[in-house]
């Protein structure tokens, strides 16, 4: 067996993952920490709402192990994988196992739809998304519901969760997932072909490009 370096992680992906974490963080501060910081929510919201898409987009076009048909297989697949965690009889992915795979999937679209009801949410203190107006109270009102009540605490579930899963497999399975979302490579014990993430100058600046427009034509749209 030889140990060969594979880019498993492109850079555009890596940054989306840290400014995923930035802005994230940043939209719970400036909603938690003061009234007077709601303009921003809804700003380092839009931020998300154009990070979001452009991910959804690059798992259409990314990198290899980016793409959502790399890495999204039957639940069944999932199902098999938390057997394999509990029988010892684990066998590491190159890119997100089936079960990270679904939780990729899950936070993806429980953090569009959190971005998407906070454009339609009114905190009735002076703030509002910008497509309250296109709307009845009732749908504002209903999306203001899920907005705080169920988007919430669902994101907090699903952020705990991503942590302690990811040390978990750290600390107690010894799988470092950590290191590549960082250098983009893992090191793989393999004497066959593996496919790698293309991860070129001229990609990343595509990448780029494509966020540019996104985040343009959402904030042109929605100034906030
Ligand atoms: C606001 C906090 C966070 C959010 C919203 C978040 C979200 C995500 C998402 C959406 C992915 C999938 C990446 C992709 O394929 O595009 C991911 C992967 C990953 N995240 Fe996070 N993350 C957060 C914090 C963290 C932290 C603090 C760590 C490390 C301590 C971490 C470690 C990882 C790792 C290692 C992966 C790759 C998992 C794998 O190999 O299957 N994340 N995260
Ligand atoms: C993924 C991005 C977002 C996250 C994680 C997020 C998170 C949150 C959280 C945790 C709250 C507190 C709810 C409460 O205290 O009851 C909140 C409230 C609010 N957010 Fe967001 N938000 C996001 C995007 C947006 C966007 C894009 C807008 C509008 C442009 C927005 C508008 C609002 C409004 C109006 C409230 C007040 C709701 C109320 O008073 O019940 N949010 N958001």
Redesign the pocket.
């Known amino acids: 067996m030889t140990i060969k370096r594979i880019r498993v992680w492109d850079l555009p992906t890596r940054l989306f993952h840290l400014l995923l974490i930035l802005g994230?963080l940043g939209?719970?501060f400036t909603?938690y920490a003061s009234d007077e910081l709601?303009d921003w929510?809804?700003r380092i919201?839009?931020f998300?709402?154009s990070l979001l898409s452009w991910r959804v987009i690059w798992g259409f076009v990314g990198g290899h192990w980016s793409r959502f048909k790399h890495f999204v297989e039957h639940p069944k697949a999932a199902w098999q994988t938390l057997q394999n965690h509990r029988t010892g009889k684990r066998d590491p992915s190159i890119g997100h196992n089936p079960l990270g795979a679904w939780s990729v999937v899950i936070m993806l679209c429980a953090?569009l739809l959190?971005?998407l009801t906070?454009?339609c949410?009114?905190?009735?203190a002076g703030?509002?998304?910008?497509l309250t107006q296109n709307l009845s109270s009732d749908w504002v009102e209903r999306a203001?519901w899920y907005?705080?009540e169920i988007?919430?605490p669902l994101?907090w579930v699903l952020l705990g969760l991503h942590v302690v899963v990811v040390f978990y497999y750290r600390w107690r399975l010894q799988e470092d997932l950590i290191t590549p979302m960082v250098t983009g490579d893992k090191d793989w014990e393999t004497t066959d072909f593996i496919a790698e993430s293309k991860d070129t100058w001229g990609l990343r600046i595509a990448a780029l490009a494509l966020f540019c427009a996104l985040s343009g034509a959402i904030f042109y749209a929605f100034a906030?």
């Open positions: 994230v939209a719970l909603v709601m929510h809804g919201g839009l998300l709402l953090f959190q971005a906070g454009m949410s009114d905190d009735e703030f509002s998304g910008p203001t907005h705080s988007g919430q994101i906030i």
